[in-house]
């Protein structure tokens, strides 16, 4: 048996940054030995819950035989926002129909429960006549009742206002409340463990008896991520890290949020896109300072990142008002309608600007895995890509950020996440990749990693770009150089490190007699070994594992040398560099849009259900095929 649990803010499983607040929910798991299921979501109303923040769809999706249900709401169901009111006798009764029903056709048990009792200087009740509507429910569908709000209003008022102030969250200031709290809704630990012994001791043998009883919830405090200074190695600024609790309910977030980037359309999450790039631009000179603080990369280069970044999203959202991504295809005989649709919720792990922004061109809510070396680069473009979407009217959330290393496998295992990119090491990859195909429904996993970001230099290369290319490869930093012998390249890529450069040169054979020169290495090192000829180079890169990059640099005259190589290198990377370094663009160009969509079929379905892009009379002006031939737009 596991126990759910739909209700509000009252309820929540609270994480460590808003300690030492808790919801009821939360402490019934810490007195119970059965597996608690908590979907309360603050702010939620009986309606709400089912028609804004899916709620119930997610508890009836997970939900079977023998399971129990516990439907609490009330506090939030008279308010007028939010799409939140219901009247008692209306539709609060009726959404709470929907839970009864839901959880009978699954074969578990429906328990109603009355809203817990706010804190009030007389004790007079807060809840009006929904709690009274919510009996006569009980009544009717003869479903078993736990009036909390009796029982909880009873106990205040043996309390008094003075004692009753350590249960609710009355804060002196403290460090997750500055201001301290005068709260007479909300509890701390001592209260919802108070609230949980009260809910227990009313539902009786509806509820397994309480095996554990603590004294107070141990919030656990979560080491902070530092951004540290890549040159003198000194801590800047500190950055929470997420909970596994803290990202589920950011995923929460992202999933509530799909429906508002999917009817948007790609006009709209055009402007969405170009909004975000502006951001970044604007921000630069902001951007590229911590960057470089992180990572002594330097500003020419972090410079032309941002740029590349808010070039990736201006890209994709040319590719949204070009409209082929959606690959609308309509057939007549018999009425078929296909197009692609959003995945879901997408993780990113890494540097991939053209990961986020394919994403969210695609109509997907984006979750992002800061890197632990570059956390503040990431808060500030989160920021930047926030200030974009609130400048568009889009919620800031529909990008998130997490820090942290419990973050990734949370991130990854998390029913609402559809799919994952990822850039960065092979043993990580792996690891989240496992993760990812381990999940009871797994998910695709993109990743773009390995072992050794490899560097081929031509003997012309070397002879005319010799200074272009040590500067490069020095801050390019792939791991493994191929350069020919004499040509003094090691020597070079030495002047621009900030100590004095250990060099250890050898030739190529080395790489058939030692498996460590193919290891993934971090800081800065790099491995240089040289060839004689052009031999030694086919033989040197048949060597190399499989890897995330292939960069050659030569000269417009060694097209034969080139061709050979390049022919090689295409069966051992995933993405070939010409006479340039690897970006954060997306590796698959505008075809990565295509990772996070997919097709569904409309048969013989009524118009006014269609979306626009399957309509007949074609308003958002797509390219589309019918029956097999291609229409453009005004054709």
Request: proline fraction near 8%.
């Amino acid at each position: 048996m596991r126990i759910f649990i739909a209700g509000d803010s009252t309820a929540v499983d609270y994480p460590s940054g808003q300690a030492p607040q808790a919801g009821w929910g939360q402490a019934l798991a810490a007195l119970l030995d059965v597996p608690v299921v908590n979907a309360a979501y603050p702010g939620a109303s009986a309606r709400s819950s089912i028609e804004q923040l899916g709620m119930h769809d997610r508890i009836m999706a997970e939900m079977g035989p023998d399971d129990l249900l516990l439907i609490c709401f009330g506090h939030n169901d008279r308010r007028h926002d939010q799409g939140r009111f219901g009247a008692p006798y209306g539709t609060y009764t009726s959404c709470l129909r929907r839970y009864i029903e839901g959880a009978r056709s699954r074969e578990a048990r429906p328990v109603l429960v009355t809203s817990v009792e706010r804190r009030t200087p007389d004790g007079s009740p807060t809840h009006g006549e929904y709690p009274a509507a919510m009996k006569a429910l009980a009544a009717e569908e003869g479903v078993p009742l736990v009036d909390l709000q009796a029982a909880s209003a009873r106990r205040w008022r043996e309390l008094g206002p003075d004692a009753t102030k350590k249960l609710f969250l009355w804060l002196d200031p403290h460090p997750n409340y500055p201001r301290g709290s005068a709260d007479d809704t909300h509890f701390t630990a001592a209260g919802a463990i108070e609230v949980a012994r009260l809910l227990l001791a009313e539902a009786g043998p509806l509820l397994p008896p309480p095996v554990r009883a603590p004294a107070d919830l141990t919030w656990r405090t979560p080491v902070p991520v530092w951004s540290i200074d890549a040159r003198s190695g000194r801590p800047r600024h500190a950055y929470a890290t997420a909970t596994p609790q803290e990202v589920g309910a950011i995923c929460r977030r992202a999933s509530d949020l799909l429906p508002v980037l999917d009817e948007a359309g790609p006009y709209e999450r055009a402007e969405l896109l170009d909004a975000m790039a502006a951001a970044l631009d604007a921000r630069t000179t902001e951007l590229v300072a911590a960057a470089d603080a992180e990572t002594a990369l330097g500003a020419p280069r972090l410079t032309s990142e941002v740029a590349r970044t808010s070039g990736q999203l201006r890209l994709f959202a040319d590719v949204l008002r070009e409209g082929s991504f959606l690959d609308v295809r309509l057939d007549s005989d018999p009425d078929l309608r296909r197009m692609n649709v959003p995945l879901g919720v997408v993780g990113v792990f890494g540097v991939g600007g053209g990961d986020t922004a394919s994403a969210l061109a695609a109509g997907c809510t984006v979750v992002v895995k800061a890197h632990e070396l570059h956390p503040e680069t990431s808060a500030l473009t989160l920021g930047a890509l926030r200030a974009g979407a609130a400048a568009t009217g889009f919620p800031e959330d529909v990008v998130q950020l997490v820090h942290g290393p419990e973050a990734s496998a949370a991130l990854v295992k998390d029913g609402r996440v559809k799919a994952i990119a990822f850039t960065g090491s092979a043993r990580d990859g792996r690891n989240l990749h496992d993760l990812a195909k381990a999940r009871p429904e797994p998910i695709p996993f993109y990743g773009e990693s390995g072992g050794l970001d490899l560097l081929f230099v031509t003997p012309g290369a070397a002879k005319a770009r010799l200074a272009e290319i040590a500067e490069g490869a020095a801050f390019a930093k792939p791991g493994l150089v191929l350069a020919p012998a004499g040509a003094g390249l090691p020597e070079a890529m030495a002047e621009h490190f900030a100590d004095t450069a250990h060099l250890m040169v050898g030739p190529v054979s080395l790489l058939g007699q030692s498996d460590v020169l193919l290891e993934e290495r971090f800081g800065p090192k790099i491995v240089v070994l040289e060839y004689g000829g052009e031999d030694d180079l086919g033989e040197a890169l048949a060597a190399v594992p499989e890897t995330r990059t292939v960069t050659l640099h030569s000269e417009p005259d060694e097209t034969d040398l080139v061709a050979r190589l390049t022919a090689l290198a295409r069966d051992r990377a995933g993405r070939l560099v010409f006479d340039s370094y690897p970006t954060t663009a997306a590796p698959m160009g505008t075809a990565a849009i295509g990772r996070f969509l997919r097709p569904v079929t409309y048969e013989n379905c009524p118009p006014h259900l269609l979306s626009p892009a399957l309509r007949d009379d074609n308003p958002w002006h797509l390219p589309r095929r019918r029956d097999s031939t291609l229409i453009l737009p005004g054709s």
